[in-house]
């Protein structure tokens, strides 16, 4: 993001580019346990490349989730990523190679003189990772505002950073709110919560079926 509260467009161009040539190099650099997985995964070189943070993204802007604004939001910023992910993929095929299957794919009907990687994107759901970058995971809602997470048998409290950050800033903080919301697993009808906070902290179980299926077909349209 920039300072303005918006995407800040000229670094993702930067990070996905950067991201496309890191996993492709990682085909090559990669221990294969058989030569037949070698042999089909360089065939095709493919890569990808996924999100991670969308939710948080949404609540610095201050765009409700469940919005058309953020299904707007996501199709422009998917947009934005596979077609930047395309054009670094063409420019390392016309340096490295396209992908050897490339004569017989759907992309030389498409109209693609090369291309380094038969797929470029993915939705995957960095469980895992998102833990350690400490954001929310792939393009999915809040999990929760305040939780407690068993970990090998030990309980850790755990709230999120922008609303424990917000909550300071607005003066509505205290310890007993944050066991509250942990006790409830929500905000919404909480009165000490400003109605501006709610609507932008909904986490999964708040959010209408619905606007999860749209979510998944803007990202992946």
Do not use: C
Request: glycine letters at 6%; a neutral charge; zero cysteines.
């Amino acid at each position: 993001m920039t300072r303005d509260g918006e995407v800040d467009w000229e670094k993702l161009r930067r990070t996905v580019r950067t991201a496309v040539h890191f996993l492709d190099n990682v085909i090559d650099a990669n221990r294969y346990p058989l030569a037949i997985i070698e042999e089909k995964t360089k065939a095709n070189r493919k890569i990808g490349l996924g999100v991670m943070g969308f939710a948080e993204l949404l609540i610095k802007i201050g765009i409700p989730y469940n919005s058309e604004e953020a299904l707007n939001l996501a199709e422009k910023i998917m947009s934005f990523i596979d077609r930047t992910a395309k054009e670094k993929s063409v420019e390392m095929a016309e340096e490295r190679g396209s992908f050897p299957n490339f004569d017989g794919s759907i992309w030389r009907k498409k109209g693609f003189r090369s291309l380094r990687n038969a797929t470029l994107t993915t939705i995957a759901p960095t469980g895992s990772i998102s833990i350690i970058a400490n954001t929310s995971s792939s393009i999915e809602p809040l999990f929760a505002i305040s939780f407690m997470r068993n970990v090998m048998g030990t309980q850790l409290f755990e709230v999120n950073s922008l609303f424990e950050e917000m909550a300071k800033e607005r003066g509505f903080y205290s310890t007993e709110l944050l066991t509250e919301i942990a006790r409830r697993g929500s905000i919404q009808g909480m009165k000490e919560v400003p109605p501006d906070v709610r609507q932008v902290f909904v986490t999964a179980l708040d959010i209408e079926p619905e606007w999860h299926v749209r979510m998944q077909a803007a990202f992946q349209k």
